[in-house]
Structure formats: structure tokens, C-alpha cells
């Protein structure tokens, strides 16, 4: 269970957005400890489908569906998923209790990666600042967390600043760049890519807990 920490979500990110764009976008994310993970980000129909290094060098794959509001983690080596639910996570980035951010539009824009995005400024309740440069068309974002272990690190304020419709190009903490899509294609996307493989079985953790001495 250990490598499920690798695809844990910040619960704070979810942001409902529905785009015609379809493909895959590459990104970098660099954590606390300097490492950089690449990920692979792939939309489609409001699906997303997210794909990062995994433990023992293997991949870690996790699938989520917003209209549905359920994720599904693969586990390659036992050939299982295990289906979690999103709606806990929801309900946090729509609560009014959540910490609060301050978003500036600086009207300064930039292409990255063939995709022009605008630069704001985000400002949390700590007084943590954050440039995040937003692109609109690129689907449904969901920020993927590497545990702490090389990935990107807990997003606390910033992806106010996405708002709906909104993806996050780059995002820079001082001088230090957190997440960077280096790649965006657009394309049609296997349907197959979104959904457990047909020779997996589900996890049912209800059962392993009962288990249990």
C-alpha cells in the first residue's frame, strides 16, 4: 500500500472544468527536497489519466472521473485497482473554511509550451507568494502529489489562482519553479486509457479490513 502515497492527491485542488481540449500534456515537478518527477497528464471527456514514477522504478497510474467523482489507482505488479472517492476532496476545495488566497492579474502573458498563458500573482494567508501563469482550454486540472518523496510539493494557496477553466502553465515560489508543462498535444485519446485494464481486478478494502486480526 505503500506506493498508493506516491499518486496522493492535494485534496485542496480539485477544480471542475470542462474543455473540448483532448491529449496529453508532459510536466515537471520539483518538491521540497529538489528532486524533479516528471509526469505524463492525459484528458479526455472530463477524464484524467496521470502518470508518474513509481516505486521499485515502476509506473504509478491514477485515473480520475470529476462528473463521477471517483479515482481509481492501478497497481501494475498485482494486476488490481482500488477505487477511492473524490467527493471528501470536493467538498474541501468548495468549503469556505478552506485558507484563503489573494489572486492579482499582472496582465503579463507568456507561451510555454505553444500555449500562451497570463501571469497572477497568488498570495496566501501565511504570506507565502506564488507567480502562476494560468492558460485557459486545457481541460479539468487535478495537482498529483508525490507524498513528499520528489514530487510536487502540498499546494496550499495557489491553485485559487486556476479558477475554472483554468490550467497552470508554470508555477514559481521565489525563484524556484514547482511545476513546469515542457509539452502539450493535442490528440485523440484511447477511451481504453481511461478505465482499468480488463484483467485487473478490483481491490475491495472493506474485505482486507475485515481480515484483520
Known amino acids: 500500500m505503500a506506493r498508493v502515497v506516491l499518486l496522493a492527491l492535494t485534496?485542496?485542488?480539485?477544480?471542475?472544468?470542462?474543455?473540448?481540449?483532448?491529449?496529453t500534456l508532459s510536466m515537471a515537478l520539483s518538491g521540497d527536497n529538489g528532486r524533479s518527477t516528471d509526469?505524463?497528464?492525459?484528458?479526455?471527456?472530463?477524464?484524467?489519466?496521470?502518470?508518474?514514477?513509481?516505486?521499485?522504478?515502476?509506473?504509478?497510474?491514477?485515473?480520475?472521473?470529476?462528473?463521477?467523482?471517483?479515482?481509481?489507482?492501478?497497481?501494475?505488479?498485482?494486476?488490481?485497482?482500488?477505487?477511492?472517492?473524490?467527493?471528501?476532496?470536493?467538498?474541501?476545495?468548495?468549503s469556505a473554511n478552506r485558507p484563503k488566497a489573494t489572486v492579482t492579474r499582472t496582465g503579463r502573458t507568456e507561451s510555454i509550451a505553444g500555449q500562451v498563458c497570463e501571469h497572477v500573482t497568488v498570495t496566501e494567508e501565511g504570506g507565502r507568494s506564488s507567480d502562476v501563469c494560468v492558460a485557459k482550454g486545457l481541460g479539468a486540472f487535478q495537482m498529483p502529489s508525490a507524498g513528499g518523496r520528489g514530487g510536487a510539493p502540498?499546494?496550499?494557496?495557489?491553485?485559487?489562482?486556476?479558477?475554472?477553466?483554468?490550467?497552470?502553465?508554470k508555477v514559481q515560489q521565489g525563484d524556484k519553479?514547482?511545476?513546469?508543462?515542457?509539452?502539450?498535444?493535442?490528440?485523440a485519446m484511447d477511451a481504453a486509457l481511461f478505465a482499468p485494464p480488463?484483467?485487473?481486478?478490483?481491490?475491495?478494502?472493506?474485505?482486507?479490513?475485515r481480515k484483520r486480526p
Open 177 to 187: 519553479v514547482v511545476m513546469l508543462v515542457t509539452a502539450i498535444e493535442k490528440k
Open 39 to 94: 509526469v505524463t497528464y492525459m484528458v479526455k471527456d472530463g477524464k484524467i489519466r496521470v502518470e508518474m514514477p513509481g516505486g521499485r522504478g515502476g509506473m504509478g497510474v491514477m485515473i480520475m472521473d470529476v462528473a463521477e467523482k471517483k479515482m481509481l489507482i492501478l497497481m501494475a505488479a498485482q494486476k488490481m485497482y482500488m477505487e477511492q472517492s473524490m467527493a471528501g476532496a470536493m467538498a474541501v476545495a468548495q
Open 154 to 169: 502540498q499546494a496550499q494557496g495557489w491553485e485559487d489562482a486556476v479558477g475554472e477553466g483554468g490550467f497552470p502553465l
Open 11 to 23: 485534496a485542496a485542488s480539485v477544480v471542475q472544468a470542462q474543455s473540448a481540449f483532448e491529449g
Open 198 to 209: 480488463a484483467d485487473y481486478e478490483k481491490m475491495d478494502m472493506g474485505a482486507m479490513m
